[in-house]
């Protein structure tokens, strides 16, 4: 739920018009006690996303146009550290998104660092540990980024952007870009995405568990990444599947595909999960299980099962989560 911090009136011209602007502040946390596959016990909230303060900003400028601005301060909940990681060379310290734009009838403009939507809405466990999401490497979220959102098409509706060299502290070349695509649908119970991306300027730790002995190679070639995911509501359940693949971007070795099926099934205050991943590449599957309960429309309990398969034991996490 958000909270009106700031609402204005500024004069812009003597005895004319009056430009409003608008500051909301709205965010999540999520904490938890985890057993691992090894066994460990802690307590974590098993997302990097999970934890995040958003201060969104608008003004009406008149004429159908308004500017925008947005921060994001993601931290572990569990020793209040900054999670600012996206995977990609030169990550600061700070703000995990910061951006400006202008919106209007034509759709919106960004720049900054704005983080790319992909296909993690279409499994029932966003992007924490029980995820079934099979294209799962860095990139949403990139320095120097630019992006355009067109307006709503009977449904249909295209993002456009990427960054640029200077910004990505790439080593592939001179022609190395990022650029991302999103193609979306949504009408009625019938939800679907598209997404076509390269980064570049990918970290190191980012390949750290790619499944072939390429990720090396892939640091400085960067990744070309391919998602398609849907979901159609019942009502009674939300069925979702993602299919997805990511090569190298200059030799086109692939480094993960798969595909995932999985269901939300709401019944009452409770909602079941439940998500299955076919890798098709290194064969680690993965099955997750878990279950909600809304305390309230902000706080929820929550607890995830899941387990990899040549995992020695089941991983288990339980706790609450509450937006604001």
Not at 292 to 319: F, I
């Amino acid at each position: 739920m958000k909270k009106t911090l700031i609402a204005l009136a500024v004069l812009t011209v003597s005895g004319a018009a009056f430009a409003q602007s608008t500051a909301t502040i709205d965010g999540a946390f999520r904490i938890g006690y985890k057993s691992d596959a090894a066994s460990l016990k802690s307590i974590t909230p098993d997302q990097g996303s999970g934890n995040a303060i958003n201060v969104k900003v608008t003004e009406d400028l008149g004429g159908g146009l308004k500017a925008t601005a947005m921060t994001q301060l993601r931290f572990d909940a569990s020793n209040g550290a900054l999670r600012n990681e996206s995977g990609v060379t030169g990550d600061k310290a700070g703000f995990h998104l910061a951006a400006v734009g202008i919106e209007g009838g034509f759709g919106g403009v960004q720049f900054g660092r704005i983080g790319f939507d992909q296909v993690w809405g279409f499994n029932p466990f966003g992007s924490n540990g029980a995820h079934v999401n099979p294209t799962t490497y860095a990139g949403a979220t990139q320095n120097g980024q630019f992006r355009y959102t067109s307006p709503s098409f009977n449904g249909f509706k295209a993002v456009l952007g990427g960054a640029l060299k200077a910004n990505t502290n790439s080593t592939a070349g001179s022609n190395a870009d990022s650029t991302h695509v999103l193609l979306t649908y949504a009408n009625g119970p019938v939800s679907v995405a598209y997404v076509s991306e390269k980064v570049v300027g990918l970290a190191p730790a980012a390949l750290a568990t790619s499944p072939t002995a390429a990720a090396t190679a892939a640091v400085v070639n960067g990744v070309k990444i391919s998602s398609f995911g849907a979901s159609y509501d019942l009502g009674v359940a939300k069925l979702m599947l993602i299919s997805g693949n990511q090569k190298d971007a200059v030799n086109g070795t692939e480094l993960a595909k798969g595909t995932s099926v999985s269901a939300s099934i709401p019944f009452g205050a409770f909602t079941g999960k439940v998500g299955y991943l076919n890798d098709q590449l290194s064969t680690k599957d993965k099955t997750s299980v878990g279950v909600d309960y809304a305390l309230s429309k902000r706080t929820t309990l929550e607890a995830n099962t899941y387990k990899v398969k040549g995992d020695a034991n089941q991983t288990y996490w339980a706790g609450v989560r509450h937006s604001f």
